[in-house]
């Protein structure tokens, strides 16, 4: 088995690299596929909050680098779901702790035993990045519509074209709002597109459901009414290569489609 | 690696090493480790087939980094035919438990699950009595460390639990007046107070008891050599693992929130193990 490394990065801190991370690895291990996820941010580590996997973290990747541990004895499996697991960051430690070699070689290691390896990038374009990007042949470039990490996003991507691992990198736009866009207070996703010039791989709406979800540690691609967690499950369809059309936001967001939902709720609790 | 520690020397486990090259590679990578000098070395092995010559060596090359071979334990006839030929103790390894002087709990926590409840294998949630909390707890294993009995090994003594259990008031003490904050890590070789909140991210290691005056909310390891004896104690304990001496708990997934509310209220509360499991008890009850 040879899996998939891709790198889930953006520049910008604070756009949901961490909550795309969580929510695709869930989705795709929820169609049956084996996953991990990594998580490089050192001294910074979130993604086990996301998973709800804090308590579980005995071993982290330095003490994987460190010989402390065997790679499997770091792997923490997921609550619900077998197929994955995550690989935490240390959170003592700063990002010099790992070197690209050795991140290189973890991944490599992976690859055997996983389907997809997912890993989770810290924001900036220093020895973080360089040690996230390392392992990866595939990347997707997390952005928002707004200039300035739209910008970023750009920086990465001329970042990415560098390398010569990354075969090919998609651009995912989240916390898209799509009232502000038709009140032309927001860039809309084909002006994101525009100026990236960049092949899209989902666009995720705006959801408070995010902000419950992270604090309860449990990723919203398990809650099956959520949009955003519709959004992030064809993302990983996307990824393991069915053709989904992407949901019109304008008009889920709608209130007809609201009345509409709230009635098939409705009718399906009566049920 | 693991090693388990022992009294005069260290267990090295080579249960996972299923070629003789492996076993010799890591027996020489972990004696070449300066504090594995002048040691007794017990070698567990797995399912490894090692023939007299081999065995010879393994021992020559356990000679030769100035350590001592002391006792192996295998699964294998074939290596067992070979130590016993060339006068190599045998063992089985055993785990063994010092039962606290304290009355038991009112309910104890379902250990044979612990270790898949570590790695999410199955979900049980721990059981939670009205003012006691009981974590789930790793039973001894490779991971951790192991406690042997063995002629070479003395048995703990009365005078050595004596010891052990006021170990702490003869250690220094850190005496830390601030939030320690999610990143920091704070060791010492004697005891710890903390006079503020630990928050979660951040761990504390001491030899001896922790103190925290405040929410304990990161990670705690008393009795960071060993001693089973030690304890942590907090206004409030809501750590995310807790370890004293060789035992190991997690926070249960019900109470499973990164930060607790601060209260104007609070009753103290104390760790410590019983019967190899972690115990949290609110410190009035006491008395």
Known sequence: MTGRVIVITSGKGGVGKTTTNANIGTALARAGNKVVMIDTDLGLRNLDLLLGLENRIVYTIVDVVEERCKLKQALVKD?????????????TRDKTAVT???????????????????????????????????????????????MSAVRDADRIIGLLEAKEEIKSYKLLLNRVRPNLIKSNDMMSVEDVVEILSAELIGIIPEDTGIITSTNKGEPIVNDEKSL??????????????????????????SVVAKVKKFFSNLIGKEK | MDKGYIENGFIVDLTGAKKTSEVIYEISRILDMPESKQKHICLKLGSVDLTQAELTSVKALVEL?????????TSSTVTLESATALG???????????????????STPDVSNALDNIFGEEQKPAPINDEKEIFPVLQHDEIIAEQVTEQEIKEQSDEDIAALKNEAENLPTLYIRKTIRSGQSISSDGNIIVIGDVNPGSEIIAKG??????????????GSDGNNYARIRALKLNPVQI?????????????????????SEYIPEEAFTHKGSIVIRKIHEEN
């Open chain 1, 100 to 146: 690209e070699e050795q991140l290189k070689e973890i991944c490599d290691k992976l690859k055997k035993d996983f389907d997809f390896i997912l890993v989770d990038c810290p924001a900036g374009i220093e020895q973080g990045f360089q040690n996230a990007v390392a392992g990866a042949t595939e990347a997707i470039v997390v952005t928002t519509p707004e």
């Open chain 2, 65 to 73: 980094m100035e350590s001592r071979l002391g006792f192996i334990s």
């Open chain 2, 88 to 106: 190599i103790k045998i063992s089985e390894f055993t785990t063994k438990v010092e039962a606290p002087d304290f009355e038991a709990p009112e």
């Open chain 1, 79 to 91: 609550k619900k779901n077998p197929n994955l697991c995550l690989l935490a960051a240390a959170q």
């Open chain 1, 228 to 253: 955003a967690g519709t959004a992030y499950r064809n993302v990983a369809k996307r990824i393991m290569g069915e053709e989904v059309p992407f949901i019109d936001l304008e008009e889920a967001t």
């Open chain 2, 209 to 222: 008891d922790i103190t925290v005056w405040g929410i304990l909310g990161g990670i705690a390891h008393a």
């Open chain 2, 243 to 263: 370890r004293i001496g060789e035992v190991f708990a997690r926070r249960p997934d019900t109470i499973n929130l990164p930060y607790i509310q601060k209260s």
